[in-house]
């Protein structure tokens, strides 16, 4: 990163990221708090839970490790699910080549570590509007360090408050709804349409799958789907 100070281009992609992530704190605020909730459950102390939003900063896989860690699972089994959850960002790092691969290698690592779902959504939908943005990745930054911020805010007050909510507020549905929220967005032609429908309907059916591969499965068949769509044309 060899420029500190935005130029007027940039801080419009910071202003814009930031503006297009104001919807989705609606669904985050209540999942990073029952994601602190599950922390505490899972018998961590309140430094290392914290500690943990902050380096993994990954909600989905934060919870899954939690509830396991919760349950006395073995390592092993912890941080293999961790990266069978995780592995969709194999794919988002293929999809980001093009609009983000230029960039020198801090802002790479800097980029990667802020790329959770929202960001990868709201990025790829700019570098597909047909416009012109050569500063896409402030934009990138701008939705990152929104979500990182109200995300440790968020996780902190579940961690520090979690052990007085009662198990009847169902905060639960929270996670579902950010990517709901995110999904439909990014439906745009028939085979991004047809990729959601087949890993959503493969998803319920290999929920069973253990070591939540079920995920895995319904992401490869998604993206299968849509390939085979898209060449239809």
């Known amino acids: 990163m060899t420029e500190v100070a935005p130029s007027p281009s940039r801080r419009d992609e910071i202003r814009s990221g930031l503006i297009d992530t104001l919807p989705l704190l609606l669904a985050v605020i209540p999942f990073g708090f029952v994601v602190g909730v599950a922390a505490v459950g899972a018998g961590l102390s309140t430094p290392l839970s914290i500690a943990a939003s902050g380096i993994i900063f990954a909600g989905a896989a934060q919870l899954a490790t939690m509830s396991l860690v919760?349950?006395?699972a073995a390592w092993?089994?912890?941080?293999?699910?961790?990266?069978?959850?995780?592995?969709?960002?194999v794919m988002?790092?293929?999809?980001?080549v093009r609009p983000l691969g230029h960039l020198p290698r801090a802002w790479r690592w800097l980029v990667s570590y802020l790329m959770i779902d929202q960001v990868f959504a709201l990025t790829v939908t700019r570098s597909r509007d047909g416009n012109d943005h050569p500063d896409l990745h402030w934009y990138s930054v701008g939705i990152g360090l929104t979500l990182w911020i109200v995300w440790?805010?968020?996780?902190?007050v579940g961690?520090?408050?979690?052990?007085?909510i009662p198990g009847s507020w169902g905060l639960g549905f929270a996670a579902p709804l950010v990517f709901i929220g995110l999904i439909f967005p990014a439906l745009i032609d028939r085979a991004s349409v047809a990729a959601a429908v087949a890993s959503g309907i493969t998803a319920i059916l290999a929920v069973a799958l253990p070591f939540n591969l079920g995920l895995l499965v319904a992401a490869l068949?998604?993206?299968?789907?849509?390939?085979a769509v898209d060449r239809t044309r």
Do not use: F, K
Request: no cysteine.
């Open 76 to 89: 092993p089994t912890i941080i293999g699910t961790a990266l069978v959850i995780n592995a969709r960002h």
């Open 221 to 227: 068949v998604g993206i299968a789907t849509g390939v």
């Open 159 to 164: 961690v520090i408050v979690g052990a007085s």
């Open 152 to 156: 440790m805010i968020a996780t902190s």
């Open 92 to 96: 988002y790092s293929g999809t980001l």
């Open 70 to 72: 919760g349950a006395g």
